[in-house]
């Protein structure tokens, strides 16, 4: 049972280059979520997908595109990467049982954009 | 929209008790969650709050005043491993959106 995995764990890209972020989990949950941190911002949500087949919005979906391909995976795509999205960016997912509601982070994609 | 609002900083020393306030105004509200996430990791789970009142897991309890908008996590016994930065999370419409606050990084004196 390895939770909820990330790919890249590192990547430095060029301006305007582009790249997918893939995020798996096995713990067939439902739900799951692209978040960034950045220094003194918390984490910020970026998409999130309720359900397979659906997606919506965070608070911070400029510049980004996600697709659930499928109930375990959930991808990032950057089509024109910019510095300001040099970050620490972290998949979730997550299911309602006994009344409570937890999120399973993944150990996180450093990217640079230089 | 949601805000949530969190003390950036706080300092307690080994062996004492420390609660850390988070107040949240958010349309919508269904529950509030506590994540503690240590420095170069990821953000784990320490409680949920969906009802007033006080949950208690352990040396960590949280409480949530739905009337007030207002919650804080409670960790007693304080240990060095505690130090790390703690987030409240608000659950939005229950529609599955969760959204962070900013975070609390608390530091821990022997």
């Known amino acids: 049972n390895a939770g909820v995995t990330q790919t890249p764990k590192f990547q430095v890209l060029k301006t305007g280059q582009s790249m997918t972020l893939q995020c798996a989990q096995d713990?067939?949950?439902?739900?799951m979520y692209w978040y960034r941190q950045d220094p003194g911002m918390g984490l910020r949500l970026i998409y999130y997908s309720a359900s397979e087949g659906t997606t919506d919005k965070g608070e911070v979906p400029n510049g980004y595109n996600v697709s659930r391909l499928n109930k375990r995976e959930f991808s990032l795509r950057l089509e024109s990467a910019a510095p300001s999205q040099t970050s620490v960016y972290f998949c979730a997912s997550s299911d309602r049982r006994d009344g409570s509601y937890e999120q399973y982070f993944g150990p996180g994609t450093r990217l640079t954009v230089t | 929209g949601q805000s949530l609002e969190q003390p950036s900083e706080v300092t307690a020393v080994e062996g004492a008790i420390v609660q850390i306030n988070c107040t949240y105004q958010?349309?919508?509200?269904?529950?509030l969650s506590w994540y503690q996430q240590h420095d170069g990791g990821a953000p784990t789970f320490l409680s949920y709050?969906?009802?007033?009142g006080l949950e208690e897991t352990g040396r960590f309890s949280s409480f949530l005043s739905r009337s007030d908008s207002y919650g804080y996590l409670l960790l007693q016994e304080l240990q060095m491993k505690d130090s790390a930065s703690y987030f409240c999370a608000v659950e939005v419409n229950r529609d599955d959106k969760i959204i962070f606050g900013k975070g609390t990084r608390l530091h821990i004196l022997p």
């Open positions: 709050n969906a009802l007033d």
């Open positions: 713990m067939n949950h439902n739900s």
């Open positions: 958010t349309s919508g509200f269904y529950g």
